[in-house]
Each structure stands twice: as structure tokens, then as C-alpha cells.
């Protein structure tokens, strides 16, 4: 594999300076690239360009559309002349081609493919250095949203390539170290109340999505919810009473779903050996850890459990309201506005998988629950739709053609999320069948 993709160079500067967001984008920039090529490193050709699952791309495909999609939004937006063929606009484009097809196009192999998107990145170091103002208040380069934009999508495709890797199973994927697990400290088991009252929500941030936007106000009535994210061990005791067998706790597409895949309990969980559940994680078969939030449920089973337990998920405003901390403030993470680092969250990928709850006691919000950021994704009971006074930017196809009862809403961000993605304010939004997202959930119920 090439090991050009992206090279390491200083930040952009222009004048000799370092303006501030400049310095950040091509930081975000650089860390994006550097995740990728981490995760791909050893990995042969045909391991490249074989596809895994129907439901993902070929990891190459992956590295070729950020390349293009870079292109695209940091040369090409910008004044910057084309640097391929414009048939790569079409190859790589998401919407014209299913994951599921993108196996039979003629994708670049793996030694072109970071070739071009090493290219890209040189040529976008220059463009930004030499061409692009610090101070332009035009709306794709205000406070760099453009760059901001580019660098949260790689970070997303690295965690696509990091479902993608978990599905594959013709080889092991041989996860590099790990960071030492923080010892978690003792989680409340007791259900927070958060007081109801008008709420602000929504995102300010310069590099906030089109989604997340206009910061509006809505009356949340009070409620309580769970202080951490359902664990496995909660999740077993579902699955051991004969969740996946009793019809009244499952909405009524998930029941066919369920009866349609022979579901039985999470993916990626095999049955009892001796006694104990196991699961497959990136190939390697190990104990399931009770004390970890459970992952790779979908929406359904999400909802089930909640009604088995006698509580539901929360709504996208209940849960950003907690996020929040309070109903008259908008806080960027659910500690303040300071940046996430491991203490605050389980978020970047390096963990490899979620880390028991307790585990990131500067990351509880002011009203003290615990694991809002990081982890797994949450599931909301709230379909994908606009806030009011929404506007499509930069296109269409980033949010508006997904609102609509087809998609439900998750919050939070996962271990394989990267904190430039991640903020009180983001929306993520996927099928209710989805599980092999890093998705989880939390409960709710009424006060």
C-alpha cells in the first residue's frame, strides 16, 4: 500500500503566521488522513477491494471518495482548477451507485487510490496557503466551515471503514494497541430527573451542519433518564426473559424483522459457551464485558428493550436538553465548550470498542449523567426532520433528502467517532434496522 495518501507538512499560513481557523482545518485535516491510513496499514489489495457486506462500500472505494469529495469542496468550490478525470466524480459518487454495486465499477486500485488522494491534499495545502483569506465572510469559508465540512466527512468514512472491518470476516483484522482502560468509577443506577422548561436547542458552532441548525427554542416537559447508556449485562437479562421471543414488546415492522433475520440477540454476539456469552469483535472471539454500553442493536431493538423494562427512548430534544445541562444554555459538550480529550469521552477510534460506564467521570453533565459523548451512538425515539427555518447548505443531499419517517435520529457519537464530529448538537440519522452501526441506546421515562 502507498504510504503517500497524505503527507505530514505545517499548517498553511499564508503570511508566516498562523490565523487560527487555518491552523485547526488543516490540523482536522491532517489527523483525518493520518486515522485512515492507520487503519488501512498491512491490509493486502484484494483484502482492499473485495466487498465485505452488501451493506458497505469496498474499503478502497472509501479512500477514493474522500479524495474526490475533497476535490471537489477544497479545489474545485474554490477557484481551484480540476485535478482528474471527471468520470471520478460519477465512480465515487454515493448517491448515484448502492453500496452494494460499487464492487463491479472500475475503482482505482489501492496503490492509485492514495496516490490521488495524497495529490488532493498537496494541492489543497497550496490552494489553502496561497489563495484562500482568513477573514472571507463568504458562507463556505466563514469561520473555514468548508474545511471543517471535508475534514468531519473523512473522520465519518473512517469510522464507516471501521463497520466495514468489523464485518469482514474472510481474515482477522489485527487491531494495533490499545490505551490503557481507565478503572470506571461508580455510576449512579438510579434514573436522573431533568427538570422540564423552554430548552435551546441546536448548534452555534462555525462547523455545525446544515441539520443541526437554526439554535430554537422548545418547551421539554420534565423526565427522567437513564445515567449511562444500557449495558450488556442489562441487555443480556432481555435477551435471557425471551425478549427476542414475546411479540408485545416490539413495534410491529420490528416484529416482522425480527421473525424475517431469526434475530436472537445482538449482532456479533454468539451463544453461550460454559455459561458465559461471547461476542466477535474485528475477528477475535472474547467475552462479552457486562459492564460495557451494548452496541450493534438496531432501532427496534432499542425500542423493545425500553418497553420490556417499562420505560422508552428519549426524544432528540430530551436528549440534547440533557446534554445541555440546563433549558437556557447551549453547551457545545456536555461539560462545557472545552474540546473533548480522554478524559472527557471515549471518542477517535483508538479504543477499538466502547470502555464500561464510569469510565470518564469529567465527561457528566452538570445534571450528572454520565457518558452522553463517546462510546456507542443513542438511539432517540425521533424520526429525521428539519428543524424549522432549515436551509439546505451546502447541498441538498447532505440532509434534505434523508428527513422523513424512513430514518430515525441517534445522538452522542461513538468510540470510532471523531471529537471534530461530535457536539451536543449533532444529528446522526439512519434506518431503524441498522445494526452494524456502533449504535446503542439509553431510557426514558415520565417524571
Excluded at 469542496?73 to 471520478?88: E, I, M, N, S
Excluded at 489543497?124 to 466527512?153: C, I, K, N, W
Excluded at 452538570?366 to 429525521?384: H, I, M, R
Aim: proline share 9%; with cysteine.
Amino acid at each position: 500500500m502507498s504510504r503517500t495518501m497524505g503527507r505530514s507538512t505545517t499548517a498553511p499560513t499564508g503570511d508566516g503566521t498562523k490565523p487560527v481557523w487555518k491552523a485547526r482545518a488543516w490540523a482536522q485535516l491532517e489527523a483525518s488522513r493520518a486515522r485512515v491510513l492507520r487503519m488501512l496499514a498491512g491490509l493486502p489489495e484484494r483484502v482492499l477491494m473485495n466487498q465485505h457486506s452488501p451493506l458497505m462500500s469496498p474499503l478502497i472505494w472509501d479512500v477514493a471518495h474522500v479524495a474526490n469529495y475533497e476535490e471537489q469542496w477544497l479545489l474545485r468550490a474554490l477557484g481551484a482548477p480540476a485535478l482528474t478525470d471527471p468520470a471520478f466524480d460519477t465512480i465515487y459518487d454515493a448517491f448515484r451507485h448502492p453500496r452494494s454495486t460499487r464492487s463491479t465499477l472500475p475503482l482505482l486500485p489501492p496503490e492509485s487510490a492514495f496516490a490521488y488522494a495524497a495529490r488532493v491534499r498537496e494541492a489543497v495545502r497550496a490552494h489553502l496557503s496561497e489563495h484562500v483569506p482568513e477573514d472571507s465572510d463568504t458562507p463556505l469559508l466563514a469561520g473555514g466551515y468548508v474545511f471543517g465540512m471535508v475534514a468531519q466527512h473523512e473522520q465519518q468514512h473512517a469510522e464507516t471503514l471501521a463497520a466495514t472491518l468489523q464485518l469482514m470476516t474472510e481474515v482477522e483484522y489485527r487491531l494495533p494497541p490499545t490505551p490503557a482502560r481507565p478503572a470506571p468509577a461508580p455510576v449512579s443506577r438510579h434514573p436522573v430527573l431533568i427538570p422540564g422548561g423552554v430548552a435551546r436547542l441546536g448548534s452555534t458552532h462555525p462547523w455545525a451542519f446544515d441539520n443541526e441548525r437554526p439554535v430554537h427554542t422548545r418547551e421539554v416537559r420534565p423526565f427522567l433518564l437513564d445515567a449511562h447508556p444500557v449495558t450488556n449485562g442489562e441487555y443480556q437479562a432481555f435477551v435471557e426473559d425471551g425478549g427476542y421471543d414475546e411479540p408485545r414488546w416490539w413495534h410491529p415492522k420490528g416484529w416482522d424483522f425480527v421473525r424475517a433475520e431469526a434475530l436472537a440477540h445482538p449482532q456479533f454476539w454468539l451463544p453461550q459457551q460454559g455459561g458465559r456469552w461471547l461476542r466477535r469483535r474485528f475477528g477475535q472471539v472474547e467475552p462479552l464485558p457486562a459492564d460495557e454500553p451494548v452496541q450493534h442493536v438496531c432501532w427496534y431493538e432499542a425500542d423493545a428493550y425500553a418497553r420490556w423494562a417499562g420505560k422508552r427512548l428519549p426524544t432528540e430534544s430530551e436528549w440534547e436538553r440533557a446534554a445541555h445541562g440546563a433549558c437556557n444554555v447551549t453547551r457545545e459538550h456536555p461539560w462545557g465548550d472545552a474540546a473533548p480529550t480522554a478524559a472527557h469521552a471515549n471518542l477517535g477510534g483508538d479504543t477499538w470498542g466502547p470502555l464500561p460506564v464510569g469510565s470518564h467521570p469529567e465527561g457528566v453533565s452538570a445534571e450528572g449523567v454520565w457518558g452522553l459523548l463517546g462510546d456507542v451512538w443513542e438511539w432517540t425515539s425521533s424520526d429525521f426532520q428539519p428543524y424549522a427555518g432549515f436551509g439546505a447548505f451546502p447541498y441538498r443531499e447532505y440532509s434534505e433528502v434523508f428527513f422523513g419517517e424512513d430514518y430515525k435520529v441517534l445522538r452522542g457519537g461513538a468510540w470510532a467517532s471523531a471529537p471534530v464530529a461530535v457536539r451536543n448538537g449533532f444529528r446522526n440519522w439512519d434506518y431503524p434496522i441498522r445494526r452494524q452501526i456502533f449504535a446503542g441506546f439509553r431510557c426514558a421515562s415520565e417524571a
